[in-house]
């Protein structure tokens, strides 16, 4: 098939369509305005300017002449009046049209209210004819009604079309089980119900109440379901006041309220969509930050490491070899007993050196985050410590998969745990120290408690040196904090997060 023939048939296809739809249309704004011209403006004006907003502008030609050949058809049948008036204003609503299609926005919350605003203009130059006329007033309270109620109602059927991938039609798509979505559709059909009762269950003076009440389900579908589901709600409650005239006779009452309740779903749609894309936004900027971070804590681990590793080289040989000369000058002159004490001496000195230097390399990079798993290092730590010397009972349990930490959060939670423990044996005063650390949904807790004196009242927590270890939690989106009401007890919550 030669593409020309292919477009030909889509052009075709949309010239009846677009009749058949407008036509039903107009048969409903007659029922409501019960007169021929005037119900052009309502519904069909609103189809048409909803799909000139989201077609391309190669149908826009056929969208109006369909329009036209509808309204001199109309014109033969019924006595269509002001016919010249009706086909000038659809030419000159082309103009809002024209200018809002050359900005194509990529956010939806910027798409709404560019497209309100375009409807709005659309339905003051629609009306712009009529200058001088009494119905005036009458044809801009239509043309706003019929656009903001039917234009937003395409563009949420236009972006499902668009946004949806479409597969071929075949024996593995007809297999595959439909999805109805059933939570989506109950929650539908109750916030239909709800809009009919409220516009056919409720006593005759209060009807007038109830277009407030409609502003319940909009609320309620754009929380939910974003602008879409503001629409979505919008439609509906059309649907139910159109069907309320058929017991209250408020035609002007019914426009207003088509007016208002299309405007409050625009608009608080547009809000909340406004509000979900900054909030994504936000997350994401978290997670890249988190991402960073992580980043961050990893090389400074591996820097520490790298420091380490030289230090324990270096400095070790170095120490080995002024021991070794040490040894050597008091064999060299055994009888002298000065050169004999400084021998010893110098060795004396080399090995607190060593000594200190070993503490700093464990301060630096602890070896056993390298040889043992995290609950193993942390049991050593312990040992290290030497609690049970210092009259300090201990006790570690320990529920943690460390295959669903990352390097950061594992070398985290053994700092945290090193900094606790030295805190307790320098300042707390303690003959007890619990660490607990397990699972829950998708944190991660640690809770190092002891029964020490706590906090000195005034000194701040600075002094307990977790200040640097608060700031790394929260660079990987936890928190720590530090309670002194009995004893000390420092809490710690990460978010876990699966390899």
């Known amino acids: 098939m030669s593409p020309l023939f292919s477009r030909l048939i889509s052009v075709v296809a949309s010239f009846f369509l677009f009749s058949a739809a407008w036509f039903c249309l107009w048969s409903i704004s007659l029922h409501l305005v019960e007169r ?9 004006f609103g189809l048409r300017l909803g799909l000139m907003l989201q077609c391309p502008r190669s149908y826009w030609p056929v969208l109006l002449a369909a329009e036209w050949v509808m309204l001199l058809w109309l014109a033969k049948a019924v006595s269509l009046a002001h016919l010249p008036l009706l086909m000038a ?13 050359r900005f194509r926005h990529q956010r939806d919350w910027r798409t709404l209210l560019s497209q309100g605003a375009a409807l709005i203009a659309a339905a003051l130059l629609q009306s712009l004819p009529w200058a001088g006329q009494a119905e005036m007033l009458n044809t801009l ?4 009604t019929g656009g903001l109620t039917l234009a937003p109602t395409c563009l949420v059927f236009w972006h499902y079309l668009t946004r949806t991938r479409w597969q071929p039609l075949g024996p593995s798509l007809i297999s595959q089980p439909v999805n109805w979505r059933a939570r989506h559709l109950v929650w539908y059909l109750l916030l239909f119900v709800i809009s009919l009762w409220l516009q056919l269950g409720l006593p005759a003076e209060l009807s007038r109440f109830t277009p407030f009440c409609l502003a319940l ?3 309620a579908l754009a929380w939910h379901y974003g602008w879409q589901g503001a629409l979505i709600a919008t439609l509906m409650n059309a649907i139910a006041l159109i069907a309320s005239q058929t017991w209250h006779d408020h035609p002007v009452d019914l426009l207003l309220s088509l007016l208002a309740q299309s405007l409050t779903g625009l608009l608080l749609g547009a809000g909340i969509q406004r509000l979900r894309e900054l909030n994504h936004s936000l997350q994401s900027e978290l997670a890249r930050n988190r991402r960073l971070a992580e980043r961050l804590v990893e090389t400074e681990e ?16 170095t120490i080995t070899a002024i021991r070794t000369q040490a ?5 060299v002159a055994p009888d002298n007993s000065r050169v004999i004490q400084s021998g010893v001496h110098i060795e004396q000195l080399s090995l607190g050196v060593y ?18 798993s995290l609950e193993q290092a942390i049991r050593c730590l312990m040992r290290e410590m030497e609690l049970e010397d210092a009259g300090i009972v201990s006790h570690l349990h320990w529920r943690i998969d460390e295959t669903l930490l990352s390097e950061a959060q594992r070398v985290t939670l053994f700092r945290i745990c090193q900094e606790a423990l030295n805190n307790v044996v320098k300042h707390a005063s303690a003959s007890a120290v619990i ?18 004196c706590g906090l000195p009242p005034g000194s701040g927590q600075q002094r307990f040196g977790l200040v640097g270890m608060r700031e790394r939690v929260t660079a990987l989106g936890g928190s720590l904090t530090l309670s002194c009401t009995h004893g000390t007890r420092v809490s710690v919550h990460l978010p876990l997060r699966a390899v």
């Open 141 to 144: 309270l239509l043309t706003l």
């Open 89 to 101: 204003g659809g030419v000159l609503t082309l103009l809002p049209v024209a200018l809002i299609s």
């Open 302 to 317: 591996s820097v520490r490491q790298e420091v380490a590793r030289e230090l324990h080289d270096d400095i070790g040989q």
């Open 435 to 452: 660490l607990k650390g397990w699972q829950q949904d998708d944190r991660l807790l640690l809770v190092i408690e002891d029964d020490g």
């Open 355 to 372: 000594d200190a230097v070993r503490r700093l390399l464990g301060r630096l990079r602890p070896r056993q985050l390298d040889d043992l």
């Open 217 to 219: 389900p909009i609320i």
């Open 36 to 44: 021929p011209e005037l119900a052009v403006l309502l519904f069909p």
């Open 327 to 331: 040894g050597i000058v008091q064999r």
